[in-house]
């Protein structure tokens, strides 16, 4: 299993930016598929962007156009530039590493969107 730790909530008005990052604890990071969820009160987990070992990527249709994930794997360490955020987009974010039917999850970062 893999340790993560994520950096980069905050409080941010609409059409702001924010980075979020987490960074994994084991070398073998590169070999993980990472992805980003998002959870709010009353509300199951869902996912709001993946990519794997060899760089391909997915997105929730809600956050294309706007949101990028990107990883380092110098760096074991996995990014979500979020761009013109909206209210909606509030929401505790949690990092996960997958391999096969192994999962690891972060413990979550808060992104609060307001005016």
């Known amino acids: 299993q893999v340790q993560l730790v994520e950096s980069g909530g905050g409080l941010v008005q609409p059409g702001g930016s924010l980075r979020l990052s987490c960074v994994a604890s084991r070398s073998i990071f590169k070999i993980y598929t990472m992805n980003w969820y998002r959870q709010t009160p009353g509300n199951q987990r869902e996912l709001v962007a993946g990519i794997t070992a060899g760089g391909s990527t997915n997105y929730a249709d809600s956050v294309k156009g706007r949101f990028t994930i990107s990883r380092d794997n110098a760096k074991n360490t996995v990014y979500l530039q979020m761009n013109s955020l909206k209210p909606e987009d509030t929401a505790v974010y949690y990092c996960?590493?997958?391999?096969?039917?192994?999962?690891?999850w972060g413990q979550g970062t808060q992104v609060t969107v307001s005016a």
């Open positions: 996960n590493a997958q391999i096969g039917s192994i999962q690891s």
